[in-house]
């Protein structure tokens, strides 16, 4: 059975600061993997979609990588701002054979201080 | 383009009501979804569709039904509500090439339908 795991649950870092989000997930037989941001009492947003055969996905500020031998994810954000204040999950998906679903893990609360 | 749109977006039920979370999507999406969120859990699959008229179980479907009749619609019913029901629910959709083969997804979510059951 897949299972996804992100730690930390939650982080609170200073405006400025760089940091690094990790998901781990405990199967390496995914089809790819998908970080997404959800604010509160909202939908989620997908932010990168990396698909198995890569190794990182950047958009902005924005870097995610993937090892997907040794089940690992990890979400940069550069010069976090406090607009980046959100929960980040990430989520994998599956192969045909079961079912092609994405299994999330439980998120990671940020919050950027000014 | 409206994107996912998620009726109602709040919803209190008594115990062993029934009722249906309404979805509808405008961008001509194959695949269609319905997760439930608890508080601090990631989601869970309930539902899933890769086209019209086929809907297959997800992790935790009992006390759920969904059909799809449309491509753009895919609504979820609860027949006998129960506390443990009582969650935010997400409709997403997501576009994949060749029908049910696997594809570069990209989900797209619906704001969300928060319910409670008492």
């Not at chain 1, 990168?48 to 031998?69: F, H, M, Y």
């Not at chain 1, 406090?82 to 079961?98: F, H, I, W």
């Not at chain 2, 859990?41 to 997800?58: F, H, N, R």
């Amino acid at each position: 059975k897949q299972e996804v795991t992100q730690i930390p649950a939650a982080l609170s870092v200073p405006e400025g600061e760089n940091l690094v989000l990790n998901c781990s997930f405990t199967d390496s037989a995914i089809y790819n993997l998908q970080w997404f941001r959800q604010d509160p009492g909202k939908g989620l947003t997908s932010l990168l979609l990396i698909q198995s055969s890569q190794r990182e996905q950047t958009s902005g500020r924005l870097n995610a990588s993937l090892d997907k031998s040794s089940g690992r994810s990890t979400l940069y954000i550069a010069a976090s701002q406090p607009g980046d204040s959100a929960t980040y999950l990430c989520a994998v998906r599956r192969g045909m054979e079961y079912g092609n679903k994405l299994v999330f893990g439980a998120g990671t609360i940020l919050r950027v201080k000014s | 383009n409206a994107g996912v749109t998620q009726t109602p977006k709040f919803r209190i039920l008594k115990i062993g009501q029934s009722m249906t979370l309404q979805c509808a999507q405008d961008m001509n999406h194959n695949y269609m979804y319905w997760y439930r969120q608890d508080p601090g859990m990631g989601l869970k699959l309930i539902y899933y569709s890769v086209g019209a008229g086929i809907t297959d179980k997800g992790e935790v479907p009992n006390g759920y039904n969904v059909s799809r009749s449309t491509t753009e619609d895919f609504p979820l019913r609860l027949e006998l509500a129960a506390p443990s029901q009582t969650s935010v629910y997400f409709c997403a959709s997501s576009y994949s090439p060749g029908g049910r083969k696997a594809g570069a997804n990209v989900l797209t979510f619906g704001a969300g339908s928060r319910l409670t059951v008492l």
